[in-house]
């Protein structure tokens, strides 16, 4: 009798050893560069960080904001039965005294060529942000005449130029100049397609509007070859569906997609998406303060998603079904195979340490290119409207997931995985269906207007 009763005093203690749960900093000790950072987690009782009290909302979840100084910061947590010391150091800041890269310019034009596949052609010398013009596969031949940044400038004609990695080219004693033969048109059900007949792959550009456009540069006796083909006018359509440019051998394909018949009683009728839920495996993604992982949510949001596209006609496919792992190239190239019409990624939201996650909450919607902002803005007026999420608007990135021009491809911020009112959400089964219905009827509200246009 006297062991059963130690047995349940030692298991009373050990519950209220676990009162409250940090999620993250994920360590004791760690190091994080920067003015401020955050504690996430959750607590079954008020407690105090350093002697000050720690909001919790109704289900227990915090986030609690820190300074940091240089050098070690002690945070003591105590709810008078637990106490728990955590220790975070902040590097003194390197000062930096050099100058900005300058701009070389060469004394004669070079010849590289490319030496990867989806090599980014880009309007500035910055690895970051909204500046990829295309995406060029092995060997294209480019003429440079300068350098910047740890890039080549590229010379495409006499009064454009662009940019690419030094370290995706290699130098040749070629020619970058290609001959054009001609070009097929092929007409289907499915897609406007131009072949362009060419005797070496050269660098392109495609532009979006009701009239697409199309650069194919160093192509002799042009500068560059521009090729104008009217869409809406051919389509009878505004919206743009999606689109490919690659080159197989030398030839250079440009399809088109036309635009899709709505069956006005079931709009999603027929049409393929392909739903991505984010991350998956070893790759967790964020934590929520209750210590689910972004991985999993996403997975469980998008088997409801595709149930309820399921129901309304779509034929959708699923770029992970399980707890797995794979690359973002995969993903994309995935729904691409299956010829998507729509790619929606699904994912959670997080912060970086120097700002606050109780002033951020809500569902934003990401897109790259301008075909695809019509979609992303009608998911997320569904969303918010349906769910009352905060509306963390939609915004143009350059994510891998929606850099996709074969089809209209948006990623999806359901919520703040770090913030505790959408953390109490987005752990509920109930949300996660609602969540994805919202997302359906903006699919669905999106074409049913460009079919009424």
């Not at 030496?115 to 909204?130: K, Y």
């Not at 998956?280 to 972004?294: H, I, L, P």
Request: glycine share 6%; charged share 25%.
């Amino acid at each position: 009798m006297k062991r059963v009763f130690l047995v349940l005093i030692a298991f009373i203690l050990g519950i209220h050893c676990n009162a409250f749960e940090v999620v993250y900093p994920k360590a004791k000790n760690v190091t994080i560069n920067s003015g401020t950072t955050f504690f996430i987690g959750n607590s079954e009782r008020d407690f105090k960080i350093n002697g000050q009290p720690v909001p919790r909302n109704k289900k227990g979840a915090f986030a609690y904001v820190v300074p940091l100084n240089i050098g070690e910061n002690v945070f003591t947590f105590d709810d008078s039965i637990q106490k728990e010391i955590y220790k975070i150091t902040r590097p003194t800041p390197k000062i930096y005294s050099g100058t900005a890269a300058k701009q070389i310019d060469f004394t004669e034009y070079k010849v590289v060529m490319t030496n990867a596949e989806n090599v980014p052609l880009r309007s500035t010398p910055i690895d970051a942000g909204i500046n990829r013009l295309s995406h060029l596969p092995v060997g294209v031949n480019l003429t440079v005449n300068g350098e910047q940044n740890g890039f080549y400038r590229v010379v495409l004609d006499n009064l454009e130029t662009a940019w690419i990695s030094k370290n995706n080219v290699i130098t040749v004693k070629e020619n970058a100049e290609a001959n054009l033969k001609g070009y097929d048109f092929i007409d289907t059900d499915k897609f406007y397609t131009f072949v362009f007949h060419l005797d070496k792959k050269v660098p392109f550009v495609i532009a979006e509007g009701s009239t697409m456009e199309l650069k194919l540069y160093n192509v002799k006796d042009y500068s560059p070859y521009t090729f104008d083909f009217p869409y809406s006018e051919t389509s009878g359509s505004k919206t743009l569906y999606g689109y490919s440019g690659e080159f197989i051998g030398n030839d250079f394909i440009w399809k088109i997609r036309k635009p899709h018949v709505i069956d006005k009683k079931y709009p999603l009728k027929g049409i393929k998406i392909a739903v991505d839920a984010g991350h998956g495996g070893y790759e967790c993604g964020a934590v929520s303060c209750f210590g689910e992982k972004e991985k999993d949510i996403n997975l469980l949001i998008a088997k409801d998603l595709h149930n309820e596209l399921k129901k309304r006609g779509a034929d959708v496919y699923m770029t992970r079904t399980h707890d797995t792992y794979h690359g973002l190239k995969e993903r994309v190239d995935k729904a691409n195979e299956q010829d998507a019409v729509i790619l929606i990624s699904i994912h959670g939201n997080a912060l970086p340490d120097n700002l606050d996650p109780n002033k951020n909450r809500g569902t934003s919607v990401f897109y790259y290119y301008n075909m695809s902002k019509p979609l992303a803005n009608a998911i997320l007026n569904k969303m918010t409207s349906q769910l009352g999420m905060n509306n963390d608007k939609v915004r143009q990135a350059s994510l891998a997931l929606v850099r996709n021009t074969n089809a209209l491809s948006v990623l999806i911020e359901v919520g703040y995985l770090i913030n505790p009112d959408d953390s109490v959400l987005l752990r509920e089964s109930e949300f996660q269906k609602a969540a994805a219905k919202a997302i359906a009827d903006g699919i669905e509200s999106f074409f049913t207007k460009q079919d009424s246009e």
